[in-house]
C-alpha cells in the first residue's frame, strides 16, 4: 500500500506544536497547512515576506497578489503580518523559526540534504533552501522514497549539489520515518503494507530500527 503524498503530510502534521513557527517548503510539504491538528496553533512563515498565512482559497475567491514563495495562492489571517524578503531571512537566519518541513531529491545516512538542482537542468535557484537549514531549530523532509526510476533517494551519500551538511532531523516517505541523528539513522514508523524488508530493498542508506516496530 505504502502512503500517499496526503498521508505523507498528514503524519508530518503529527511534529507541529502549539506555538511554533513553521516554514512549509514547496511541494507535498504545502498539503502540511491542510492537517494541523485540532488544538494546535501554528504561525506559518514565508521567505517571501508574509507571517501568519491562512489556508488555500476556494475556487473564485484567490487574491493573485496574495501567493507564498513557491507562488501558490494563498489566504492572509486576522493576525497576518507583511514585510520585506530581507526581513524574513533575518527571521530564518536568526533563530526564530522552530520547524522547516521541505522536500528533497536526495538524502543521506547522515542526514545531508540535496533538494535544490540536478546537474545540466535549467533551475532558478536555490531560494531560501540552505538558508532555512542554517537557521531553522528541526528539519524535517517529505518525499517520494525513491525516484521515478525506481533509484533510492535515502543514500550512503548525497551524489547531487548539497543544501546543508547533516542538517536533516526526520525523513517521512510513503515507506515510513526515519530518525537521523548522531547515532545515526533509525526507522521508527512503517507506512500500512510496508515490512522492514521492503524498507531495507529500497534504500540504500544503513539505518536501524526501533525496537517492537
Known amino acids: 500500500m505504502a502512503w500517499t503524498r496526503e498521508d505523507m503530510a498528514r503524519r508530518a502534521a503529527k511534529e ?3 506555538g511554533y513557527y513553521v516554514n512549509l517548503g514547496i ?3 504545502t498539503l502540511v497547512a491542510n492537517f494541523i491538528p485540532d488544538g494546535v496553533d501554528v504561525t506559518l512563515q514565508s521567505e517571501n515576506g508574509m507571517l501568519g498565512m491562512g489556508p488555500f482559497p476556494y475556487e473564485g475567491e484567490a487574491d493573485p497578489d496574495l501567493i507564498n514563495a ?3 495562492t494563498i489566504t492572509e489571517l486576522n493576525r497576518t503580518s507583511y514585510f520585506s524578503s530581507s526581513d524574513s531571512f ?3 537566519r536568526g533563530g526564530h523559526i522552530d520547524l522547516s518541513i521541505l522536500g528533497a531529491m536526495q ?6 540534504l540535496a533538494n535544490w538542482m ?3 537542468k535549467m533551475v532558478k535557484g536555490m531560494g531560501g533552501a540552505m538558508d532555512l537549514v542554517a537557521g531553522v531549530k528541526k528539519v524535517v523532509v517529505i518525499m517520494d522514497h525513491n525516484a521515478r526510476d525506481g533509484s533510492a533517494k535515502f543514500i550512503k ?4 549539489p548539497l543544501t546543508g551538511v547533516r542538517v536533516v532531523d526526520m525523513i517521512i516517505s510513503d515507506v515510513g520515518v ?3 541523528n548522531d547515532d545515526g539513522a533509525t526507522l521508527i514508523e512503517l507506512a500500512p503494507g510496508i515490512s522492514i524488508d521492503d524498507a531495507r530493498s529500497r534504500t540504500e542508506a544503513e539505518f536501524n530500527v526501533t525496537k517492537n516496530l
Request: with cysteine; charged share 20%; aromatic share 4%.
Open 16 to 18: 507541529l506544536v502549539n
Open 27 to 29: 511541494g507535498i510539504p
Open 70 to 72: 513557491g507562488k501558490q
Open 90 to 92: 533575518g527571521m530564518i
Open 107 to 112: 538524502v543521506s545516512e547522515e542526514g545531508d
Open 118 to 120: 540536478i546537474p545540466g
Open 157 to 160: 551519500k548525497c551524489t547531487l
Open 178 to 180: 526515519f530518525l537521523i
